[in-house]
């Protein structure tokens, strides 16, 4: 059964600093893989996405992930966080259908000034 | 533009009573979705259709219905019957064509149960 995994419920980083939020996945077949972002009282917003097309995925706002198969890893990563990054991210998987995505739990991105 | 539209944004219920959680989109998007969002619980499907007058139950459809007469609206219903109803509600759409499972979202409903 797919499955994803988001480590740490919160993560914390300077302004300036690397953004690093992690997501591993479990899939019997090969994913496709998002990361969205939602910020308070909103609904989400697709931040980018792997389809098994190139493994390094570059989404909006500066952010980027890697598609690392033998790690079953789609970390999510921005050299300089800004102070309108934080927010909430979420990783997903495509489940056996494509109509059901399997969600992690989320991640809370805190920004210090 | 377009997009999804919830409403409400916020709404209040007495304990014992049905309200119903509109979502309309112009997307022209044959596939819809109704989730539910707790703090740390990530996102939970309650019902999702992939055509007109068909759905079919997500992973926590008790104490909820839904319909789909057409193709723009897919109304939520919470009952009674749901025991913790409080909870950030979510619509999303998605195009089928190709589809690599890329939901659009609306901007939420929030139900609070007095």
């Known amino acids: 059964a797919q499955s994803v995994t988001q480590l740490g419920s919160h993560v914390s980083v300077s302004e300036g600093a690397l953004v690093l939020l992690r997501c591993n996945y479990s899939?019997?077949?090969?994913?496709?893989l998002f990361w969205y972002v939602q910020y308070p009282n909103q609904g989400l917003q697709l931040l980018l996405k792997?389809?098994?097309?190139a493994t390094l995925v570059k989404g909006i706002n500066g952010f980027e992930a890697e598609f690392k198969k033998s790690e079953t890893s789609f970390h999510l990563t921005k050299p300089s966080a800004h102070m309108s990054d934080a927010a909430e991210y979420f990783c997903?998987?495509?489940?056996?259908?494509?109509?059901?995505?399997?969600w992690g739990a989320g991640t809370k991105l805190i920004i210090k000034p | 533009d377009g997009g999804i539209t919830q409403s409400p944004k916020y709404l209040f219920r007495k304990e014992g009573q049905n309200v119903t959680l509109s979502c309309e989109q112009n997307?022209?998007?044959?596939?819809m979705y109704w989730y539910r969002q707790d703090p740390g619980q990530g996102l939970r499907l309650i019902y999702y259709?992939?055509?007109?007058?068909?759905?079919q139950k997500g992973d926590i459809a008790e104490g909820y219905s839904v319909s789909r007469e057409k193709k723009e609206s897919f109304p939520l219903t919470v009952t009674s019957a749901q025991k913790n109803p409080t909870a950030f509600y979510l619509c999303?759409?998605?195009?089928?064509?190709?589809?690599?499972?890329?939901?659009?979202f609306g901007e939420g409903s929030r139900l609070t149960v007095l």
């Open positions: 999303a759409s998605s195009s089928p064509q190709g589809n690599t499972g890329e939901l659009f």
């Open positions: 997307l022209n998007h044959d596939a």
């Open positions: 259709s992939q055509i007109v007058n068909d759905f």
């Open positions: 899939s019997s077949v090969p994913p496709y």
């Open positions: 792997y389809t098994s097309a």
């Open positions: 997903a998987v495509s489940g056996i259908s494509n109509y059901q995505l399997i």
